[in-house]
């Protein structure tokens, strides 16, 4: 796991969403064609509650301790996840800004030392997605959380208390935002979310 190097292709920052978001790129005619064939089974089973939402298995090249850092060692999101005061997206930490406080080693656990060792031969951090939407939709973090004040737990829950990356995270389904859009007084036409 520690040998992969870093392929800025499969980046979060390679692709942030907003460069999916591009109108013109968007085929909006086929989403609609799409649309009888399988929004209306799908929106009557997901009311039902018989579709569960894709979870799939993800193993991160570190056990990173949100609680540790934010609880115990009160640093703030915006160290590692500043993106969304200016973009869509609130982006991953590179290995530079765990070198900022690990270039040595802060105490003297076995799993801080290995990383210590990485980040000196150079290595790189290839975080793997745990929340992500599928590119027909569109989300904006600065639009929620700047414009709209949500705090992160709303949409992220407990993770910020994790003492281990979470191994299957749920995205968010399409019921999730209408329902706090409907509550919230936001649009639910459908090209609000699908442009
Ligand atoms: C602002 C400083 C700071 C930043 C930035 C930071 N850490 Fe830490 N980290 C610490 C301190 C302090 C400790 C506590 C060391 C101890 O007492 O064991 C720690 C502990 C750890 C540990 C060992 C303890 C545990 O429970 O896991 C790991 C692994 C770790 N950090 C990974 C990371 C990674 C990965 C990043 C980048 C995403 C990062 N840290 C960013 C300060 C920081
Ligand atoms: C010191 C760095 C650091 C801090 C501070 C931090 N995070 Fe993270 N965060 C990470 C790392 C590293 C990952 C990827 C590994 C993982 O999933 O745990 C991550 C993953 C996440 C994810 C999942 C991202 C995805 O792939 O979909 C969310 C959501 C998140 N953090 C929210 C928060 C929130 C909210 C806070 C503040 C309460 C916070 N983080 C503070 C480093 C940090
Ligand atoms: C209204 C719901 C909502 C709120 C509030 C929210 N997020 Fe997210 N977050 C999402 C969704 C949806 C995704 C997946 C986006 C995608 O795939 O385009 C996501 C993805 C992420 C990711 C993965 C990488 C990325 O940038 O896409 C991180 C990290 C993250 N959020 C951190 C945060 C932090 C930190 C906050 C608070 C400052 C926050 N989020 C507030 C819904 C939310
Ligand atoms: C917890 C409540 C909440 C959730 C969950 C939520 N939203 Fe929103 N959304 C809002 C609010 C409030 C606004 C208006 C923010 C503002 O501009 O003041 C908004 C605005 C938007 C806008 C811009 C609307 C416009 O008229 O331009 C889009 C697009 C959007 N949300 C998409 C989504 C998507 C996609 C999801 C699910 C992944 C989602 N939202 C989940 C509350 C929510
Ligand atoms: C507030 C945001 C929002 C609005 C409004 C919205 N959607 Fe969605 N939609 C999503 C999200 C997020 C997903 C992806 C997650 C999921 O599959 O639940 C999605 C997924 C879908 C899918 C794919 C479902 C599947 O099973 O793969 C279809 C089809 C769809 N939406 C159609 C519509 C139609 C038609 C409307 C208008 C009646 C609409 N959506 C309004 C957010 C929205």
Not at 167 to 177: F, T
Request: proline letters at 6%; one cysteine or more.
């Amino acid at each position: 796991m520690d040998t992969e190097p870093f392929r800025e292709d499969e980046g979060i920052e390679a692709q942030p969403p907003e460069a999916r978001s591009e109108p013109q790129s968007r085929p909006v005619g086929i989403f609609l064609i799409g649309f009888l064939g399988v929004c209306v089974p799908s929106l009557a089973l997901t009311a039902l509650g018989i579709i569960h939402f894709g979870s799939r298995s993800v193993r991160q090249p570190v056990e990173f301790n949100h609680r540790k850092h934010v609880t115990e060692l009160g640093i703030s999101c915006d160290t590692c996840h500043s993106s969304y005061q200016t973009q869509t997206f609130s982006g991953l930490p590179k290995a530079e800004d765990c070198a900022a406080c690990h270039a040595e080693a802060q105490g003297s656990s076995d799993k801080e030392r290995a990383l210590v060792e990485k980040l000196k031969r150079g290595g790189t951090l290839e975080w793997k997605r745990l929340f992500a939407q599928p590119p027909h939709v569109f989300y904006s973090h600065r639009r929620h959380v700047v414009a709209g004040k949500i705090a992160c737990a709303t949409c992220h829950g407990g993770i910020a208390d994790t003492t281990s990356p979470p191994r299957q995270v749920r995205k968010l389904a399409m019921q999730d935002c209408i329902g706090c859009h409907l509550k919230s007084k936001v649009s639910v036409a459908c090209t609000t979310c699908h442009r």
